[in-house]
């Protein structure tokens, strides 16, 4: 029987419609919540990146702001954008569009984004909340993942989970939020050996590799459920993912497409993000006013 196909598009429609109260309780007691983009030199990819996430922020009445700096700019310019992002009282996140041009730290512009605005969840502080299972911003895509598993009632605690893929923001994540669950993760890259092994030991595969077509039919147990987070760009100008998908889905027992699955789900976590930022910001006791 062929897969399940779990549309991101659709899952992230709720992710929004579920926004709308937490925003309007926000705007009650006066918090308006507002999240910046800072895209740093003209990567066309980016553009439309954070033209996308201005948008999704209009449509769900979030404040955005798109700030832009040459690619020649000094990094003292960018941490001088930077602080002043994070003193203002209106914006509840800050991003930093990746990725940078040559010649700028990504480290250290990361790790000068408010760690309570870094709704990116890049900062070592969020990524160490997340190693020890606390509470912090984690990761967009990550999270978007393990809401698309939650909302089709995969169940994750005890299964067997195996993510293609340890970047730290996206593959190392995705592993530990499965282990937060519950789940035995076996995490797989490029050194990995025999890879079509452990993968086709999965319950749940997360392929997060960057490779079109690096997940073969072989490699998926039937009735496994297939999370693909690649964006590949083909020479034909197509989008793929890193799954091999017309084999793939006449195996697994769900699977995302792509376009259509993850990457629409990043954006919807990115504003959920916002929106918890904001009403953390809005819940921390104030410091009495200095004499
Ligand atoms: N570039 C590609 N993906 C992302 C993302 O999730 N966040 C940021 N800031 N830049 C990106």
Known sequence: MPARILDGVAIARHIYASLVPRIAALKLRGVHPGLAALQIGDNAASRIYVRNKVRACTEVGIYSEAHHLDADCSEAAVLKTLEKLNRNPQLHGVIVQLPLPPGLNAQRLLQTVDMDKDVDGFNWANLGALVDARKGLVPCTPLG?????????????????????RSPSVGKSIA???INRGATV??????????????ARADILIAAAGRAGLVTVDMVKPGAAVIDVGINRLADGKLAGDVAFAAASEQAGWITPVPGGVGPMTVAMLIANTVTAAERIADAPKLPAAV
Do not use: Q, Y
């Open 145 to 165: 993942v393990m809401a698309i598993l939650d909302d089709a009632g995969i169940a994750i605690e005890g299964r067997h989970a195996v993510v293609i893929g």
């Open 176 to 178: 530990l939020l499965l």
């Open 186 to 199: 076996t995490v797989c890259h490029s050194k990995t050996r025999d890879l079509v092994n452990h993968a």
